[in-house]
């Protein structure tokens, strides 16, 4: 799995977001964006993560940054979860799993000493050029959110 580095160019995608509408890199060029890779809607730590980043969204688009959410789940299960949550960040669907493998957000992981392969939690920061400022990987989700804006207010 290779990992992503500060000034790489971010990989490019076209994936469908909670309402079926198709987002790509591009149109977030200009701003600031967080793209967080996480494993499942509706789960604990997901979950944590994703009211975390909700929560804090005000603070966010006063940097002009946008939060986009990928994981393999279905565009109607992220309606579900949005729904469910009360979340107001967008949600990618990547069921192929092409954009987590891009990023190196898939892969083995080791959990309670077994090894599976799976979603690495993983957070990159992308600069309004389309260029990675910052990754993060292997992420614990709570408190994530806060680290990711602390770290964004240092690079604006």
Known sequence: MSRLQAGEKAPLFKLQ?????????????GKWLILYFYPKDNTPGCTVEAKDFTCLLSSFSELETQVVGVSKDST????????????????????EMHLMDAYGAWGEKNMYGKKSMGVIRST???DPKGKIAHAWYNVRAKGHAERVLSRLKELV
Do not use: M, V, W
């Not at 977001?17 to 060029?29: C, P, V």
């Not at 109607?76 to 069921?95: A, V, W």
């Open 124 to 126: 990159f920061l992308i």
């Open 76 to 95: 109607k299960s992220h309606r579900n979860f949005i729904s469910k949550q009360e979340l107001t960040i967008n949600l990618l669907s990547d069921p």
């Open 17 to 29: 977001n909670q309402d079926d509408d198709l987002k790509s890199l591009n149109d977030y060029e």
